[in-house]
């Protein structure tokens, strides 16, 4: 009776063992850099991108460069890296930058909170919807993944 229990058991673990161990997330860092230059505080974006095999790869990862445009991904979950495979990417720079406080009594949109207001330098390809920037993740992580932005001359 025992050794049919701890079989059951030992069957109902490795059924479950399978169940909930969802995609698999690997480190992933790199450079951004605006025309040859590192580019600080900058939001960079990777969402996987979906295939026939498999609709629902897992959830986004996203980093914010540092003075030397050095980033690395988290998921907003907290979880290091990105999933394996080809992500679509977007980067912008971060706005999340506010000054001031509201005056209740006043009510002066000059005491509220505000954003900075500046002149976006990257490109609408690499942050608007038309963008098609791609980045594959391999499948044990990378450190390479860099972005090269070029501004268009006029």
């Not at 079989?7 to 605006?34: E, N, W, Y």
């Not at 025309?35 to 974006?45: D, E, I, R, T």
């Not at 980093?63 to 050095?70: C, L, P, S, Y």
Request: hydrophobic share 30%; with cysteine; proline share 8%.
């Amino acid at each position: 009776m025992k050794v049919a229990r701890l079989i059951v058991l030992a069957a109902a673990g490795l059924i479950t063992a399978g169940c909930g161990s969802g995609p698999k997330f690997v480190k992933v860092s790199g450079v951004v850099t605006l025309n040859g230059k590192p580019y600080p505080n900058a939001v960079v974006s990777f969402q996987p991108i979906g295939s026939k095999e498999n609709p629902t790869p897992g959830e986004g990862s996203v980093g914010v460069t540092d003075a030397n445009g050095r980033f690395e991904l988290k998921t907003k979950g907290g979880q290091d890296g990105a999933v394996a495979g080809p992500h679509r990417i977007r980067i912008q720079t971060n706005r999340a930058q506010t000054t001031g406080a509201f005056d209740a009594e006043k009510g002066s949109p000059d005491q509220g909170p505000r954003v900075r207001v500046q002149v976006e330098p990257i490109p609408v390809d690499w942050y608007g919807t038309e963008g098609n920037h791609e980045f594959t993740v391999p499948a044990g992580g990378t450190d390479q993944a860099n972005f090269d932005i070029e501004t268009k001359k006029k």
